[in-house]
């Protein structure tokens, strides 16, 4: 294997900082609830001269002689919040007012889709992105390094969003967190990455997809990192679309007219650019060879690939699970969103390590999360195996926000419990009392393709309140599939429902709903509903995730425009 030039110092740099930061989360699991004790402080501490800290007293909850007193203090004085409770003082905060919910001002704001039409924006503060972003990424790197201590003897293919998408009313900038923690790393760390951020600028997704593969198949990669595992189908899609073009700009050392790219972004890819004859050629020979050429055989000393694997992106992993060399390890990409990164998975699985010592966490047990008066468990009180709905508490401004998640508790480090993601609360959708929840969806779409022999490229299904019933979307693998088809998986699909939810069986037997109906989408519905939802703001780039079973009109309304 071909060591790049840089790699020694990349392990030395990456590993140094990264022992650091590991030295730091084995102090905090040694004592989980003096840990949680200690950031709840920290925090309150850190915004109690802000108008929310006055507000809620936070001076006096931190006068509490104990850890007991001090939840009491914390439960009485601050209710849970969701976004819509925060609205107000974000808005303020983004037209220049200080000091509000956190000391002065966030460096930048992350956006993510709503309840309501409009998106959430979420602030970043230099504390937080100092304290979690910063840091929980250098060990981050450090668990690649640990797993697979090859991981960056090659390039890193790293798929971030824009580090600017836009700016509020004070001018205070939105875009994505992964942008800018890539854009602020060391400049003796960045040609380490398989492309400039610039690249993540190209507005046309199909443009976009085939800069990053015309650029990141010539070298040797030998790490990726992307939230969302479709991300790499819809790459490996433009490789074989494109395979022809890009062999040709491989071979003069060009990058293809024959895509919508800004003249800045082409000049600053440009250095990237050589002819390379002679790589186009032992492509063109394995494709020869293969029929179609994939990670495996473009990429053969790769060493870690990280995204998403639990929760519905498992329909996915599922679809690239033999795209890599089978010494490669999947690591799970952790429990992350918008709102929080709240930990890293450290065992080359998918059990996230929650970071006790950078949020205050709270939970309720699922089974009593829609009681008027649950009980709040801390951290150090999780059961292994149970399910929780999770609550969050943050340097940031998110004090007791409910992330409307659900994480199941798999294990522990030291004293500090482990979880897996599950899935969003609200893919559960009840009409009528049935109940159903996305993964019973999934499994039955699962089952149905075993009994009828037919493969779902992507579907998503949606209740519609007003008739009643389901509507289910498919793109089959069989172009040429048909709408009687599509109405017998359709079937299938609800047959199985049946089976798997005795609810859903009951109220369907009883007509309370409806008979579900099928729709076959557009080729790529999957990227042009992604173009879409982005454009709409319903979604951000780099961390794209999209329900399979949903009721929301905004995105129903795009698909019915999919539709054959």
Known sequence: ??????????????????????????????????????????????????????????????????????????????????????????????????????????????????????????????????????????????????????????????????????????????????????????????????????????????????????????????????????????????????????????????????FSIDSDIRSALAPLYKPNPTRAAELRALKEKNGRILPKDYWPDFQFITTWRCGNTKVYTDKIKDFFPAHALHQEFGYFASECRFGLVMNGDCDTVPFAHMHYLEFVDFDEFESSSPRFRQLHELEVGKRYVIYVTTFAGLYRYNMN????????????????FIQKINGIISMTGEKVHERQFMEAVEQAEKETGMQCRFYVGFADVQESRYHFYFDFTDADATQEQAERFSRAVDAKLKAINVEYEAKRDSFRVKDPVAHLLKPKAFELYKEEAIKQKLARDGQFKINLLMQDEKRHEIFKALVK
């Open 1 to 258: 294997m071909k060591k790049e030039k840089n790699a020694w110092l990349y392990n030395f740099m990456l590993g140094f900082a990264g022992r650091i930061q590991l030295s730091a989360l084995k102090k905090a699991s040694k004592n989980c609830k003096k840990q949680e004790e200690r950031t709840l402080r920290g925090i309150l501490d850190y915004a109690k001269d802000t108008e929310w800290g006055k507000a809620h007293k936070f001076e006096e909850i931190l006068s509490a002689p104990d850890f007991d007193t001090l939840i009491e203090r914390w439960q009485k004085n601050v209710p849970v919040q969701d976004y819509e409770d925060l609205r107000p003082f974000i808005e303020r905060h983004k037209n220049g007012e200080e000091n509000l919910l956190f000391p002065g001002k966030p460096i930048m704001y992350a956006t993510t889709s709503g309840t309501t039409k409009e998106p959430k924006w979420i602030p970043i503060t230099q504390a937080y992105y100092k304290n979690v972003y910063s840091k929980m990424t250098k060990l981050w790197l450090y668990t690649f390094i640990m797993h697979r201590p090859k991981v960056f003897w090659g390039k890193c293919f790293s798929v971030v969003g824009k580090v600017i998408e836009g700016y509020a009313p004070d001018g205070t900038i939105c875009g994505s967190v992964s942008g800018r923690t890539q854009q602020d790393c060391p400049e003796i760390i960045k040609p380490l990455y398989s492309a400039p951020a610039k690249i993540f600028h190209i507005e046309d997704y199909g443009a976009r997809n085939y800069a990053l593969m015309r650029t990141g198949v010539e070298q040797n990669i030998t790490s990726f990192i992307t939230a969302n595992p479709s991300t790499i189908l819809e790459l490996q899609r433009s490789l074989d679309e494109n395979f022809g073009e890009i062999m040709r700009d491989i071979e003069n050392g060009t990058l293809s007219e024959k």
């Open 405 to 420: 998640d659900m994480v199941e508790v798999t294990g522990m480090y030291g004293t500090i419990p482990t979880f897996q």
